[in-house]
């Protein structure tokens, strides 16, 4: 399969602890683009990378939220301290630049106790 | 500040009839639109994207959309509805300016098919 893969697939977890969730984007793609989607709601942006640099944040990102893409290829999102709002799906996406089409991963399903 | 309105929440439709999901945007500039597709348990799929060519945007699976400037709207529509087309159908703006990096969607519309 050459998508957009994105590790754990779920992830239980208690209020307070740390997480960090793991996408790999389609090998030849340069953007890679972090989203969450909670019940209910269509996806929100919060964040992508252009090779390794992080070229924009969303105000939903707050300071307990950290995300790197160290080699330009896979990128790992921390969630610090979770909260119950944290739960929600995280969708990671990736694209050629200057292509209109983000191609998405199954996402990472959280769930704070 | 861009945004993209679906104006229904739930739509049912009979298999073999035609299907019509709403969506308006609000943008100040020529917008790049989309509609996504998304399975239970399964990844967001492109269904079509409208990037300033022609208006009548025709996507996989027979669905097709038409970018009206003066009713600022781009609605999705199928002739006939299949029992596999039931999924969530998100109708997609791409950001501009400083947020050129992510796309804005809707809130969702949930398409049922019945029997």
């Known amino acids: 399969d050459t998508g957009v893969s994105q590790d754990p697939r779920h992830k239980i977890t208690k209020r307070g602890q740390n997480v960090t969730f793991r996408c790999d984007p389609i090998s030849e793609h340069n953007r890679l683009y972090w989203y969450r989607q909670t019940l209910g709601q269509g996806p929100e942006f919060l964040t992508y990378?252009?090779?390794?640099?992080?070229?924009?944040k969303s105000r939903l990102l707050s300071d307990r939220f950290s995300a790197e893409r160290p080699k330009g290829s896979f990128s790992t999102l921390e969630i610090q301290r979770t909260e119950q709002g944290d739960s929600a799906m995280y969708l990671c996406?990736?694209?050629?630049?200057?292509?209109?089409?983000?191609?998405f991963g199954p996402g990472t399903r959280l769930t704070v106790l | 500040a861009q945004s993209v309105t679906q104006l229904d929440s739930h739509v049912s439709v009979s298999e073999g009839t035609p299907v019509l999901l709403r969506c308006n945007y609000s943008s100040s500039y020529s917008p790049s639109l989309f509609w996504y597709v998304q399975h239970p348990n399964k990844g967001l799929q492109l269904l079509l994207k409208?990037?300033?060519?022609?208006?009548l945007v025709k996507g996989i699976n027979g669905f097709e959309a038409e970018f009206k400037k003066s009713e600022t709207s781009f609605h999705l529509t199928k002739p006939s509805a299949h029992m596999s087309d039931a999924a969530e159908y998100f109708c997609?703006?791409?950001?501009?300016?400083?947020?050129?990096?992510?796309?804005?969607f809707g809130k969702g519309t949930k398409l049922s098919v019945k029997p």
């Open positions: 996406a990736s694209s050629i630049k200057a292509i209109n089409e983000q191609f």
């Open positions: 409208y990037t300033s060519a022609a208006t």
């Open positions: 997609v703006a791409k950001g501009y300016g400083g947020s050129q990096g992510n796309l804005i």
């Open positions: 990378f252009q090779n390794e640099a992080q070229l924009e």
